[in-house]
């Protein structure tokens, strides 16, 4: 069965950083694409980045520049970096396992989420 936990959520003030990890049970992580979105209240589900099976990513254009999606397959982790973090970046991040398409990234498998908070 596939698992997928997320850390590293918290309150952060406008301009600053966290690092979100997402460490995947399983066999599979090492063979799959790997993606994270996140939920803002009132707001539907967004793509915030994905990373392909060898390393290429994309990105929302909200968050180029200052978001960086990687992965460790020894440790089956994937990892968002956010730096310089805005108050509309404000939501429950989910980490997710799946596959692209194409350009297309789609999810089989979420985690739980991890609140994000950026405000003074």
């Known amino acids: 069965q596939v698992q997928l936990v997320e850390s590293g959520g918290g309150l952060v003030q406008p301009g600053g950083s966290l690092r979100l990890s997402c460490a995947v049970s399983?066999?599979?992580?090492?063979?799959?694409?790997m993606g994270w979105y996140r939920q803002a209240p009132g707001k539907e589900r967004e793509l915030v980045a994905g990373i392909a099976i060898r390393g290429s990513t994309n990105y929302a254009d909200s968050v180029k520049g200052r978001f960086t999606i990687s992965r460790d397959n020894a440790k089956n982790t994937v990892y968002l970096q956010m730096n310089s973090l805005k108050p509309e970046d404000t939501a429950v991040y989910y980490c997710?396992?799946?596959?692209?398409?194409?350009?297309?990234?789609?999810?089989?498998?979420w985690g739980k989420g991890t609140l994000v908070t950026v405000s003074s």
């Open positions: 997710s396992l799946g596959a692209y398409h194409g350009e297309s990234y789609y999810p089989g498998y």
């Open positions: 399983g066999t599979i992580f090492s063979i799959s694409s």
